[in-house]
């Protein structure tokens, strides 16, 4: 198999039951963390950049399985190890101040990994304001637009070039098309997201095009986001 930090690649597959669609975007290692985000060019591959590697799994307080299977003891811990020592994705999002993400990344790969660099690390952000309910109402303020990249960029650099990593990229990525007056701002903002990941050596990123129950019936409305994200992306 080909490693992902050997290539460019750009998947997009059925994920049955979970997610339906998803562009997986893998990227190169000639790319520095320090440069602006860069232009990749994708292209289709079947090859399973996630194969191969051990998953980390986070042992501290930010899971909320963890300290209960910490202090448990005999059949009790065994059950909840079935939970705590199962590989997750932590969710990052706004909730997370711009100064704060990178030592929040840090400790969490640190954590994950316990030291070992071919460790892979799962994280899921979810950083896109406005999002969900309010989407509809409003575009991104040029504050808020500013403090995404900034947030991103800080992501990205806390990640580097020497992390591997699978970054799952904004849950329920198809409500962006429900942005007022079809503007393609939020999509772009993510695409952003995507291209700044793709810029580091050894990351995978997963575009979330949606759950088993939204756009339920609809996956002519994930493929449609999907399509925008690789227009914007490439």
Request: net charge positive.
């Amino acid at each position: 198999m080909t490693h992902p930090s050997r290539r460019n690649a750009l998947l997009v597959r059925l994920a049955a039951a979970v997610v339906p669609l998803a562009l997986v975007v893998g990227t190169s290692p000639a790319t520095s963390t320090a440069a602006a985000a860069p232009r990749v060019t994708p292209r289709v591959t079947t090859t399973n950049p996630l194969a191969g590697r051990p998953w980390g799994v986070y042992k501290g307080d930010a899971e909320m399985a963890w300290p209960p299977y910490a202090a448990a003891t005999g059949h009790r811990k065994k059950l909840l190890g079935k939970i705590a020592l199962r590989p997750k994705a932590k969710w990052f999002g706004a909730w997370i101040p711009d100064r704060d993400i990178a030592a929040k990344v840090h400790d969490y790969i640190d954590n994950a990994t316990g030291g070992d660099p071919d460790v892979l690390v799962q994280m899921t952000v979810f950083r896109m304001v406005p999002w969900e309910a309010e989407v509809d109402d409003r575009l991104p303020t040029r504050r808020e637009q500013r403090s995404y990249k900034a947030w991103i960029d800080s992501f990205a650099a806390a990640v580097g070039d020497r992390t591997h990593a699978a970054i799952i990229l904004q849950p329920d990525g198809p409500l962006a098309l429900k942005a007022p007056n079809g503007s393609t701002l939020p999509s772009r903002m993510i695409a952003y997201a995507a291209r700044r990941f793709a810029g580091l050596a050894h990351t995978s990123t997963y575009i979330d095009a949606g759950a088993s129950d939204w756009p339920a019936g609809q996956p002519e409305l994930a493929a449609k986001e999907l399509e925008l994200f690789q227009r914007l992306s490439g």
